[in-house]
């Protein structure tokens, strides 16, 4: 038995739980028992792990939470936006960022396990394994309020992919843009598996192997009232009623003031509406 915070939105209090009885702990240790069921079948398998990062309510075990101290964590750039839009005050964006911290290590630890696991077995050397997220940070709150846009603090996720070596190139960093849909076609052509006519998304297996540096030039992100198209500086946005706006993502000063009315972003913005037509239009044909 162990102690956890089961914390809540307006707060917390702390419990004596199992040790494996968070939701991270319990999907670790399915995948755990998954992979050791997969190798002693001897077949090929898939197996995916859906980690669940800093949700409400946060169970956290305690051995995590006492790896930080709040007062001691830099704090976002993102954190005096939302204290001014939201009226979120610091001790309550110092919980946040402890949580968010502690919920971070606690995968890793599970990750860890689990690419342990596969050395063990010996299944890491044809085994490909990509590390990403389903969105960014603050998607509750921001995504609920932010309006007419979306923060890129929201947009951006982590991707990484290891691999054997005759397919995945070792100590490779790339700054070229990936969307979530483009991971199914990579792994198809990693394995051999011809890929469906159906499946979106472009391969980018020819980055995992060091051919190419540049995958593409911009991402959609798509929201029920509302397109984005992030390029390498900007990110533009459409809504349903047609209201347009622009963020200049390069410099701090306009990444969370829409530009999109200032005479010399027009072109910029005449630029990416043009860019998200086409892409949309790639997408639906």
């Not at 319990?26 to 859906?50: D, H, I, M, N, Y």
Request: proline residues 7%; hydrophobic residues 40%; glycine residues 6%.
């Amino acid at each position: 038995v162990s102690s956890a915070l089961v914390q809540g939105e307006r707060g917390g209090q702390f419990y004596s739980l199992p040790p494996d009885s968070t939701p991270n702990a319990f999907v670790g240790s399915r995948a755990l028992g998954f992979l050791q069921q997969q190798a002693r079948t001897g077949q090929p398998f898939f197996c995916k792990v859906g980690f669940r990062a800093f949700h409400y309510p946060l169970v956290m075990p305690q051995r995590f939470l006492a790896l930080y101290e709040p007062e001691k964590l830099p704090l976002p750039d993102i954190f005096p936006y939302l204290m001014d839009r939201f009226g979120v005050q610091e001790d309550q964006l110092r919980r946040w960022q402890h949580g968010y911290y502690a919920t971070i290590s606690e995968i890793d630890h599970h990750v860890g396990i689990l690419l342990q696991e596969l050395e063990r077995l010996q299944l890491s050397q044809n085994t490909v394994v990509v590390y990403t997220a389903g969105r960014g940070r603050f998607a509750g709150p921001l995504l609920e309020e932010s309006g007419t846009w979306i923060p890129d603090v929201m947009a951006r996720v982590p991707l990484i992919v290891r691999g054997p070596a005759d397919m995945v190139l070792s100590e490779l960093h790339c700054n070229s843009m990936v969307e979530a849909v483009d991971i199914v076609p990579t792994l198809l052509e990693l394995v051999d598996i011809p890929r469906p006519p159906e499946i979106q998304g472009k391969s980018f297996v020819p980055v995992l192997a060091g051919e190419s540096r540049q995958h593409r030039d911009s991402s959609i992100l798509e929201l029920p009232d509302r397109r984005l198209l992030r390029t390498r500086y900007f990110q533009y946005v459409i809504r349903d009623d047609g209201l347009e706006s622009l963020f200049d993502v390069s410099k701090p000063e306009t990444v969370f003031t829409d530009v999109s009315n200032d005479l010399r972003y027009r072109g910029t913005v005449m630029d990416h509406r043009h860019q998200l037509i086409l892409r949309m239009l790639k997408i639906s044909a």
